[in-house]
Antibody, heavy 117, light 112 residues
Framework: QVQLVQSGAEMKKPGTSVKLSCKAS????????LHWVRQAPGQSLEWLGW????????KYSPKFQDRITITASTSANSAYMELSSLRSEDTAVYYC??????????WGQGTVVTVSS | EIVMTQSPLSLPVTPGEPASISCRSS???????????LDWYVQKPGQSPQLVIY???KRASGVPDRFTASGSGTDFTLKISRVEAEDVGVYYC?????????FGPGTKVDIK
């Protein structure tokens, strides 16, 4: 069964960083790009970036370019998204999703990140 | 970036009746390869988004044929021929033509 399983909820203080994981099962992560999308409470969806197969094969939203890093581990068949300089507006559910046929066809269950002092 | 808009934002429906959602993009989503890079997702209560339609009109695996979609380069429509209770949720359109991918504000479909 193809699925993406994400790490657990995080509570962070403003100014710190958070690193989330997304483990693929049922397929090889590097065969497709893996995207990160977030959803603030009561809001729509917001695309953050993706990682592909090759070293440094990443693309970030300009809005997050200076504070987001997406990495992957082939041995763990997992992807990671680190967001730094957290502020209260980063409180959201963060999703990873597989990209296939120009769409995000498989989504993780989401990770709740709460940023509060 | 490409801006996506949707209408209506709220859509109360009667089971068995049809429903239609519109999505508009600020730029043409028709690629030179002939594909329209517009997807539809539904987020059911308490769940992650799930793919309904990709490349403008192709139903995702497992999606019932009561869901159809069409569109030109900038105007797109998702139709449900006969709404069922399991169809409630928020429907989002998303452009996948260029990064940053962008989503519409969502249309909340619920039962009258």
């Amino acid at each position: 069964q193809v699925q993406l399983v994400q790490s657990g909820a995080e509570m962070k203080k403003p100014g710190t960083s958070v690193k989330l994981s997304c483990k693929a099962s049922g397929y090889t992560l590097s065969f497709n790009t893996l995207h990160w999308v977030r959803q603030a409470p009561g809001q729509s969806l917001e695309w953050l970036g993706w990682i592909g197969a090759g070293p440094g094969d990443t693309k970030y939203s300009p809005k997050f370019q200076d504070r987001i890093t997406i990495t992957a581990s082939t041995s763990a068949n997992s992807a990671y998204m680190e967001l730094s300089s957290l502020r209260s507006e980063d409180t959201a559910v963060y999703y990873c999703a597989r990209h296939l046929s120009a769409a995000l066809d498989i989504w993780g269950q989401g990770t709740v990140v709460t940023v509060s002092s | 970036e490409i801006v996506m808009t949707q209408s209506p934002l709220s859509l109360p429906v009667t089971p068995g009746e049809p429903a239609s959602i519109s999505c508009r993009s600020s730029q043409n989503l028709l690629h030179s390869n002939g594909n329209k890079y517009l997807d539809w997702y539904v987020q059911k209560p308490g769940q992650s988004p799930q793919l309904v339609i990709y490349l403008g009109s192709k139903r995702a695996s497992g999606v019932p044929d009561r869901f159809t979609a069409s569109g030109s380069g900038t105007d797109f429509t998702l139709k449900i021929s006969r709404v069922e209770a399991e169809d409630v949720g928020v429907y989002y359109c998303m452009q996948a033509l260029e990064t940053p991918f962008t989503f519409g504000p969502g249309t909340k479909v619920d039962i009258k």
